[in-house]
């Protein structure tokens, strides 16, 4: 096993960010090494890329490490030197968790420990980066921090994800209660942008790539169930004033976008907004998914409570949300496969 070599401390403080080189991980880097962070990346690079950090694999405050939260050396190694921890690193994606429940459940109970653990032995600050999903079949008006959770049965695997991050906000809870450990949550809704894939079932790069081929594009079910768009953009650095805030410890904020729009309605918006010739197809959700399969018909953020600690607004469109992912996949259409690592891509060392 080969032992990262951290650069020295500049005048940020040195952030450890799980899942780094994951879609919403590498924005996350590249905004904390513009605000003069030290960076050390963790990831297993099983859904993320080293592309995605291409952008910033030469800075010299960057360290990357290609290794997995289950293993907790591996985990302490890279909290080495590091004061903060924005936790990301997940099995994530419905289709995913659909097909391998068993991973899922392992990564993101077993590994989170692991990371909320290391961090109390290093004394560092965490995120904890959780998700909408927790809420469930839910579909109040608007879904408040506190709001009720709404679960299917346990033994459908399509819970296995609401399952393991509300235990993971639980564990976090509890150790910030018992243990004095300085950890926030927040709660992703359904967050979009550039380096997002459409492989892990993710619908908006589906759709945009769909468009983009003049393909039908696949709508589940009915189109009528919605969800509320955020673009990476606005969402990350509210995560980074989270953390930073005192008031924060041992709470969870929604972050989630502003408009309320069904699938139907995005698969016409997208046709329209990149000038498609695709049609769209209903695709009923024992096709996509699993026979038995539930959906969540409503997903709408209540976003006061970040609103009045940061100031979180978002107001980036959904069109140029749309515009930019798909000249995102476009880009990477032309550079080849998004598991193929680039020529000069940023490079992983400590393979653990
Ligand atoms: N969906 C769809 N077509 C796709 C992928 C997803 O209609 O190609 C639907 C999915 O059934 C869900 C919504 O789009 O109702 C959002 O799916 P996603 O997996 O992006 O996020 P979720 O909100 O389910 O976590």
Redesign the pocket.
């Known amino acids: 096993m080969s032992v990262p070599i951290y650069p020295g401390r500049g005048t940020g403080r040195t952030s450890l960010v799980t899942g780094g080189a994951g879609f919403v991980g590498s924005h996350l880097v590249e905004h904390l090494l513009d605000l003069g962070d030290e960076v050390v990346v963790l990831d297993d690079l099983s859904t993320g890329s080293a592309r995605n950090l291409a952008g910033v694999a030469d800075n010299p405050r960057l360290t990357m490490i290609h290794g997995s939260i289950l293993n907790p050396t591996t985990v302490g190694q890279a909290m080495r030197s590091c004061d903060r921890v924005f936790h990301l690193a997940a099995a994530v994606?419905?289709k995913l968790i659909v097909e391998q429940p068993l991973r899922g459940l392992r990564i993101n109970i077993h590994g989170t420990e692991n990371v909320l653990t290391a961090a109390i032995e290093h004394q560092a600050s965490v995120l904890l980066v959780s998700t909408s999903?927790v809420y469930g079949k839910n579909t109040a008006d608007r879904l408040r921090e506190d709001s009720d959770r709404v679960l299917g049965d346990p033994l459908l695997s399509r819970w296995t994800y609401a399952g393991a991050k509300g235990i993971d906000e639980a564990f976090a809870k509890a150790y910030c209660d018992q243990e004095g450990l300085d950890v926030s949550i927040v709660r992703l809704f359904?967050t979009v942008g550039p380096r997002q894939t459409?492989r892990y079932?993710?619908?908006?790069p589906?759709?945009v790539g769909q468009a983009l081929r003049n393909q039908p594009l696949?709508?589940?079910?009915d189109?009528r169930?919605t969800?509320c768009f955020s673009a990476v953009e606005d969402v990350v650095p509210a995560m980074v004033a989270i953390e930073r805030d005192p008031r924060a410890r041992g709470e969870a904020y929604n972050l989630g976008g502003a408009r309320e729009i069904s699938?139907l309605d995005l698969a016409h918006e997208i046709i329209r907004t990149l000038d498609s010739r695709s049609t769209v197809e209903l695709?009923p959700?024992e096709r996509?998914y699993a026979p038995g399969f539930e959906?969540?018909r409503r997903?709408v953020p209540d976003n006061t409570k970040a609103h009045a600690l940061v100031g979180y607004e978002p107001h980036t469109s959904l069109t140029s949300t749309i515009m930019r992912v798909a000249a995102d996949l476009l880009s990477r259409e032309r550079l080849g496969s998004d598991a193929m690592p680039l020529a000069g891509a940023a490079t992983f060392r400590g393979v653990v």
């Not at 079932?201 to 908006?204: D, S």
């Not at 696949?218 to 079910?221: A, K, L, S």
Request: proline share 0%.
């Open positions: 994606g419905v999903e359904n459409g079932g993710m619908v908006l589906n759709l696949t709508v589940f079910g189109g169930q969800r699938i695709v959700y996509a959906d969540m997903r």
